[in-house]
């Protein structure tokens, strides 16, 4: 059934916009013509972070407020180029000092803290591997990930230190712990205070000179299978990192910009960190809760222009009803994108009522390391589609024998290889890597359909990758944490429609209790809670229902697509191979 989506003519885009018409743009694109947007060194080196803050030291743009920073609190500090450029070579010499190597991986377990900005972009500096960590991870999650990276170093706070100390035995790699507001440490356990180590380093630093496709970050992701893997991404991606954030949330130099996204994810490190600061612009970095009204207010107090949020933030903000944006002076925005989960048209419609502006979607994931299929300033949307690739991008809907299918057709969302942020790796993985590529392509997990004018339209996930509240989550790893509950036998996850059709998805879980416990709300509620404290607090099951057995193959694997269509009541499909 094809659902009567609404046409957008860009003619009313406020202002003029960096990117040219779409229709002419795209077919003449070539990534050479955006190889100067990047600052190289010679002998075709570069680093992103010297892209992303130092070039503009040496320019007018030495002494522009960068960040503009406000804590939960409403706390605030603003920290100028020249400033973040000065803190980022001091936290490259405080690494280097501590004989922190290039091709060392050194994790961030923070918060929105400006510390987490400097220090992202010090180590990319020294030349080391950045990994980010979400602050709502609990002790295992993080472990997960500094234990599979062989992380030497862990940049955190004291109020998340004790999540580290929990699993510190278990991390044989790690030999420093950066405490920002650290006190008493145990210099023995290699803890330093972030500060104070600060405070003594020199803020000159020469920055490292890397190869395009040395790796600057990875960031761990989920999939359907397994612990989340470590995508690495290049210094060579930021050419298309820098254009992408140019052409499609169309920075200027004059705008304020607000990116909602956390560190902890791809879009936080992308749009935040790197796309964003490399065009110039002053950024918002709010850290703190979700509040329809204080989101509002800082709209309004920041005077933001430009606005890279999730569809989930707008369905709450779109919940809380239309008499709370009403308080609030607005005007300012001129330009608002999405990302991270279908934007359905609902949404849109009311941000155009309250905002006066179209809400332009964008997709793309982890592993892509930018935008690739978007809305442009400059090209009519089509309300409901995530829009048209990218100059330089070739999509293609495919079947399961990798080959193109008619436009209105169902398939596999696939994309050519080979543009310049695509990962290049999966850590310590390299059978994972090349998974992702079939006959060619890079397949990307998403099913979705191309309409006759090109548009491309989002259908569903191919696997069993859930998406709550924009945010990824692998049902194998909070199923391997719920059966280490005691009550726990076995464990069956599923991403399914939220009912209140706010997050997308919500997480469900099937479980079979051992011998000697029954079920309760109590036992729920504990349930919840040892996921919330052991993981993370987005990954809890919002439903759990109990079983007394679960579909399983022959081979033991239990049969989440079963569970799923029993679930929204939709034919199983073939049950050949389930165990009798
Ligand atoms: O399923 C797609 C969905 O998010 C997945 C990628 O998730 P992640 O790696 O966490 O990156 C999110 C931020 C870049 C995709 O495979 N997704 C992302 N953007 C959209 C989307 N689904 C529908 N519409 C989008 N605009």
């Known amino acids: 059934m094809e659902i009567n989506f609404v046409r957008v003519s860009q003619k009313k885009f406020k202002g003029k916009p960096n990117?040219?018409?779409?229709?002419?743009?795209?077919?003449?694109?070539?990534?050479?013509?955006?190889?100067?947007?990047?600052?190289?060194?010679?002998?075709?080196?570069?680093?992103?972070?010297?892209?992303?803050?130092?070039?503009?030291?040496?320019?007018?743009?030495?002494?522009?407020?960068?960040?503009?920073?406000?804590?939960?609190?409403?706390?605030?500090?603003?920290?100028?180029?020249?400033?973040?450029?000065?803190?980022s070579n001091k936290f490259a010499n405080v690494l280097k000092s501590n004989g922190i190597k290039k091709g060392d991986r050194i994790f961030i377990f923070l918060s929105r803290i400006p510390e987490n900005y400097i220090s992202f972009l010090g180590i990319l500096k020294m030349g080391g591997i950045a990994g980010t960590m979400f602050a709502a991870f609990g002790p295992e999650a993080v472990k997960d990930r500094l234990l599979d990276s062989d992380a030497v170093?862990?940049?955190?706070?004291?109020?998340?230190?004790?999540?580290?100390?929990?699993?510190?035995?278990?991390?044989?790699?790690?030999?420093?712990?950066?405490?920002?507001?650290?006190?008493?440490?145990?210099?023995e356990s290699g803890e330093?205070?972030?500060?104070?180590?600060?405070?003594?380093?020199?803020?000159?630093?020469?920055?490292?000179?890397?190869?395009?496709?040395?790796?600057?970050?990875?960031?761990?992701?989920?999939?359907?299978?397994?612990?989340?893997?470590g995508v690495m991404h290049t210094h060579g991606g930021m050419a298309q990192q820098?254009?992408?954030?140019?052409?499609?949330?169309?920075?200027?130099?004059?705008?304020?910009?607000?990116?909602?996204?956390?560190?902890?994810?791809?879009?936080?490190?992308?749009?935040?960190?790197?796309?964003?600061?490399?065009?110039?612009?002053?950024?918002?970095?709010?850290?703190?809760?979700?509040?329809?009204d204080r989101w509002y207010s800082l709209i309004e107090k920041y005077q933001v222009n430009v606005w890279y949020t999730a569809p989930t933030a707008l369905r709450m903000l779109m919940s809380s009803g239309e008499d709370v944006p009403k308080k609030y002076n607005m005007k300012s925005l001129r330009h608002i994108c999405s990302v991270g989960e279908p934007l359905n048209p609902e949404p849109i419609r009311w941000a155009h009522k309250v905002f006066g502006l179209w809400v332009h979607d964008t997709w793309w994931q982890t592993e892509t390391g930018s935008m690739l299929i978007c809305?442009?300033?400059?090209?009519?949307?089509?309300?409901?589609?995530?829009?048209?690739?990218?100059?330089?991008?070739?999509?293609?809907?495919?079947?399961?024998?990798?080959?193109?299918?008619?436009?209105?057709?169902?398939?596999?969302?696939?994309?050519?290889?080979?543009?310049?942020?695509?990962?290049?790796?999966?850590?310590?993985?390299?059978?994972?890597?090349?998974?992702?590529?079939?006959?060619?392509?890079?397949?990307?997990?998403?099913?979705?359909k191309m309409d006759p004018d090109g548009y491309f339209i989002y259908v569903g996930r191919g696997d069993d990758v859930i998406k709550t509240a924009g945010e990824r989550v692998g049902p194998f790893e909070i199923e391997s944490v719920l059966i280490e509950h005691?009550?726990?036998?076995?464990?069956?996850?599923?991403?399914?429609?939220?009912?209140?059709?706010?997050r997308g998805e919500i997480i469900k879980a099937f479980l079979v209790l051992r011998k000697g416990h029954t079920p309760s709300k109590e036992l729920e509620d504990d349930i919840r809670k040892f996921i919330k404290t052991r993981l993370a607090g987005h990954m809890y099951p919002k439903e759990i229902e109990f079983r007394d057995t679960l579909p399983r193959t022959q081979s033991g694997k239990i049969m989440r697509r079963v569970l799923k269509?029993?679930?929204?009541?939709?034919p199983t499909g073939d049950l050949s191979t389930i165990e009798k």
Not at 157 to 182: A, E, N
Not at 201 to 219: G, H, T
Not at 380 to 392: L, S, T
Request: negative net charge; proline residues 6%.
């Open 153 to 187: 170093a862990v940049v955190t706070d004291v109020k998340l230190k004790p999540r580290i100390d929990q699993v510190r035995k278990d991390l044989p790699s790690l030999k420093h712990v950066f405490v920002v507001g650290g006190k008493d440490l145990k210099k």
């Open 19 to 87: 990117m040219g018409a779409y229709e002419k743009v795209y077919p003449n694109f070539k990534w050479e013509d955006v190889h100067d947007e990047v600052e190289w060194f010679d002998g075709g080196k570069l680093n992103q972070a010297y892209n992303t803050i130092d070039k503009h030291r040496n320019t007018w743009r030495k002494n522009k407020v960068a960040l503009y920073w406000e804590g939960d609190d409403g706390s605030t500090k603003k920290f100028t180029f020249l400033e973040m450029s000065n803190l």
């Open 375 to 448: 809305n442009y300033p400059k090209m009519d949307m089509k309300v409901g589609y995530m829009g048209k690739p990218f100059p330089g991008i070739t999509a293609s809907i495919r079947d399961e024998n990798g080959n193109e299918v008619k436009p209105g057709v169902e398939g596999d969302l696939c994309l050519q290889p080979g543009w310049p942020s695509m990962f290049n790796g999966v850590w310590k993985n390299e059978e994972k890597y090349k998974s992702y590529l079939k006959n060619g392509w890079y397949v990307t997990g998403d099913k979705a």
């Open 242 to 292: 820098h254009i992408t954030a140019k052409w499609v949330l169309d920075l200027k130099d004059e705008d304020i910009y607000w990116c909602t996204s956390d560190p902890g994810w791809i879009t936080g490190i992308i749009y935040t960190i790197l796309g964003a600061w490399s065009n110039g612009v002053s950024q918002l970095i709010f850290d703190g809760r979700f509040d329809p």
């Open 486 to 502: 005691p009550a726990v036998a076995e464990a069956g996850v599923i991403g399914k429609p939220d009912p209140e059709g706010i």
């Open 192 to 229: 330093l205070s972030f500060d104070e180590e600060l405070a003594k380093a020199s803020r000159d630093f020469e920055v490292e000179k890397m190869n395009p496709d040395d790796v600057a970050f990875m960031q761990y992701t989920s999939g359907s299978t397994g612990k989340p893997k």
């Open 565 to 570: 269509a029993q679930e929204l009541g939709l």
